[in-house]
């Protein structure tokens, strides 16, 4: 039975190196980002072909900071450097979910001064196609 | 400061960008929690630390081990000089676990990409409102790239 929260954000969960097992890493995440283009005038200003344009409109990247897990995120993410997989990456607030195919391109993890053990890995959306709230 | 991430550039440049993002920082959201919290799998069945005392890592980690740490453990001198040192079950392990303290996180939207530091433009309080933001800026794109 899984955990009932009634918090906002309820799921986060990026596949495993198979590119379909699901796993739930929301419990290791401390921040979650997506950088999309911000918005059309700029992107019509910047570039001449419509076809250039829908490139640069699908260009959507991602960025997850967490704390070291060895037996959660680390599963998921330790794969990284060794496969080039698209991996499902499910973002679940206040009964909206947003599914994405993502690349995975680093992941870097980094010991503070104050002793925490933090990991960093930063993806691309893989399909080019534009992440739509379901 | 690590080392910079392997990252794929973007194809538009970062003041053309903006950012949606849900923080939920370690300061403010996570506490510290002991082994039995978290199910630490060293304390439940015990584990193994390999230390080499040719090196000052390995001499510092030998002292504590030894003389601070009240662990108890068997220590096996390997062949290639190093210590091996198995540890029983039940006891704390050590590494600092944390656990998430359930707030609700923040939600933020901002100007730019990672490439452009700061700059938050809003902070919504509610998770609703911020979905609802970043759902109609996905529309807009969606609806220019059907059209083509």
Redesign the interface.
Known sequence: MAKI?G???TTLSVDLSDGTTATDIR?D????????????Q??TG?DKS?FER??????F?I?MKG?FN??LSHTVFRTVSSTSVARTTSLA??S?T?ANEC?Y??Y?I?RSDE????W?S?G?LSDGT????A | M??P????E????A????????????ST??RPATCEEVDC?HQRDGWKMIIDQSTDLGRQQAYYIKELSGRHYKATRLEDGRFELIFTAGQKCF??H???L????N?LV?????RLPGGTVRRHT???D??EE??E??????T??EK?
Not at chain 1, 54 to 59: I, K, P, T
């Open positions: 929260s918090l906002g954000w419990n995440v401390t921040s979650f980002e997506f950088a999309t283009p911000r918005g059309v700029e992107v910047v419509a829908l490139l640069l409109l699908a260009d990247s960025t704390v060895a037996s607030i206040a909206q947003l690349l391109t680093d870097s980094e002793g925490e053990l933090t960093e930063p691309v534009v992440p739509l709230w | 690590g080392r991430l392997f990252r794929v973007p194809k538009m440049p003041q053309h960008m903006q950012t949606f993002k849900v923080t939920a920082p370690i959201h996570r799998a590494a600092q944390t656990v998430s359930e707030r609700e996180a939600y901002k100007r730019g990409d990672y509610r998770a609703e911020w979905v970043f759902s800026h996905q529309d807009k794109l969606k220019i790239i083509g």
